[in-house]
């Protein structure tokens, strides 16, 4: 990458053709690794016509690249998934006050992620994200307040506990802050069990108890995970949740009465209904996660 290529006549050049809503375009990108065209239309746009043709542009100006993994035969073409392109580093860097160097972006890890073995956690993590937050623009009493990816929580946490995803959901006048555990069935449920115990050491340390909420891809593996965390001694320190994703047949997604309490055997309840299932928990007075075990 040189640095006449993205000479401030360049950038200028870029500042004129670009948006607001490109420029937080760009910086979700970044912030997640890769969206999905289907993602990029839940967190920005109403329609996918509107999203393909912005999209296009971008990839045209060299602000996003993409690629389309490989579906087994019979399952379609898989979206475009967008990652930051070389002039869209440049943009963010510049907004960020830093050279490209500093602000850490390299092509062959950008595009890496296409090659990852996590790809379709990563992918899974973020449609998590784009539908929580597709719900909120669709209803006024909705807010996804608070989302921070599994990087920023591994940079948060360390080592103690490493969530996919942290966030605080508000509906009606109900609000929760969550750990997310997205579970693609690739690890043993003991592994993912074990789990808690990093969770319950983090709400020693921090004296904030934040519910550890566990998505799976299917009813039995659903089952049959309960019963290894009902076995865990950290679920009498730390509230869980779990929901199966085969149960996804609304448009309410994430935020809809899909997850069962741990303790409870039914009805299953509305995520920000979790609330009042642990009134316990109190509300917080800001969108920030604990920080008893911050690096």
């Given at each position: 990458?040189?640095?006449?290529?993205?000479?401030?006549?360049?950038?200028?050049?870029?500042?004129?053709?670009?948006?607001?809503?490109?420029?937080?375009?760009?910086?979700?990108?970044?912030?997640?690794?890769?969206?999905?065209?289907?993602?990029?239309?839940?967190?920005?746009f109403?329609?996918?016509?509107?999203?393909?043709?912005?999209?296009?542009?971008l990839?045209?100006?060299?602000?996003?690249?993409?690629?389309?993994?490989?579906?087994?035969?019979?399952?379609?073409?898989?979206?475009?998934?967008?990652?930051?392109g070389?002039?869209?580093?440049?943009?963010l860097?510049?907004?960020?006050?830093?050279?490209?160097?500093?602000?850490?972006?390299?092509?062959?890890?950008?595009?890496?992620?296409?090659?990852?073995?996590?790809?379709?956690?990563?992918?899974?993590?973020?449609?998590?994200?784009?539908?929580?937050?597709?719900?909120?623009?669709?209803?006024?009493?909705?807010?996804?307040?608070t989302?921070?990816?599994e990087?920023?929580?591994g940079?948060?946490?360390?080592?103690?506990?490493r969530?996919?995803?942290?966030?605080?959901w508000?509906?009606?006048?109900?609000?929760?802050?969550?750990?997310?555990?997205?579970?693609?069935?690739?690890?043993?449920?003991?592994?993912?069990a074990?789990?808690?115990?990093?969770?319950?050491?983090?709400?020693?340390?921090?004296?904030?108890?934040?519910?550890?909420?566990?998505?799976?891809?299917?009813?039995?593996?659903e089952?049959?995970?309960?019963?290894?965390?009902?076995?865990?001694?950290?679920?009498?320190?730390?509230?869980?949740?779990?929901?199966?994703?085969?149960?996804?047949?609304?448009?309410?997604?994430?935020?809809?009465?899909?997850?069962?309490?741990?303790?409870?055997?039914?009805?299953?309840?509305?995520l920000?209904?979790?609330?009042?299932?642990?009134?316990h928990?109190?509300?917080?007075?800001?969108?920030?996660p604990?920080?008893?075990?911050?690096r």
């Open positions: 990458m040189t640095r006449s290529r993205f000479s401030p006549a360049v950038l200028a050049a870029l500042a004129v053709r670009i948006t607001h809503r490109d420029r937080r375009i760009l910086r979700a990108v970044w912030d997640h690794r890769v969206l999905t065209s289907q993602q990029i239309t839940k967190l920005f109403d329609t996918d016509t509107a999203t393909r043709k912005r999209l296009l542009t990839h045209h100006m060299g602000l996003l690249e993409r690629f389309r993994p490989n579906r087994p035969i019979g399952m379609g073409a898989a979206p475009y998934h967008y990652v930051l070389a002039a869209g580093a440049a943009v860097a510049a907004e960020d006050g830093v050279d490209l160097p500093a602000f850490g972006y390299r092509r062959d890890r950008a595009l890496g992620i296409a090659l990852n073995q996590r790809l379709a956690h990563t992918v899974g993590v973020n449609d998590f994200y784009a539908d929580l937050s597709w719900h909120a623009r669709r209803q006024e009493n909705s807010c996804l307040m989302w921070w990816p990087h920023r929580c940079a948060m946490w360390g080592e103690t506990a969530p996919d995803g942290y966030g605080r508000a509906e009606n006048s109900h609000s929760l802050d969550f750990f997310l555990e997205f579970d693609t069935g690739t690890e043993p449920l003991d592994r993912v074990a789990k808690l115990s990093g969770y319950a050491a983090l709400a020693r340390g921090s004296t904030i108890i934040t519910p550890v909420l566990f998505s799976v891809h299917s009813n039995r593996r089952v049959n995970l309960r019963k290894r965390l009902l076995g865990h001694q950290a679920a009498e320190l730390v509230p869980i949740a779990t929901a199966s994703r085969a149960l996804l047949f609304s448009d309410d997604g994430p935020a809809g009465a899909l997850w069962l309490p741990l303790e409870a055997g039914g009805p299953r309840l509305r920000a209904e979790l609330a009042s299932h642990w009134p928990l109190g509300r917080r007075e800001a969108a920030e604990p920080e008893g075990s911050r």
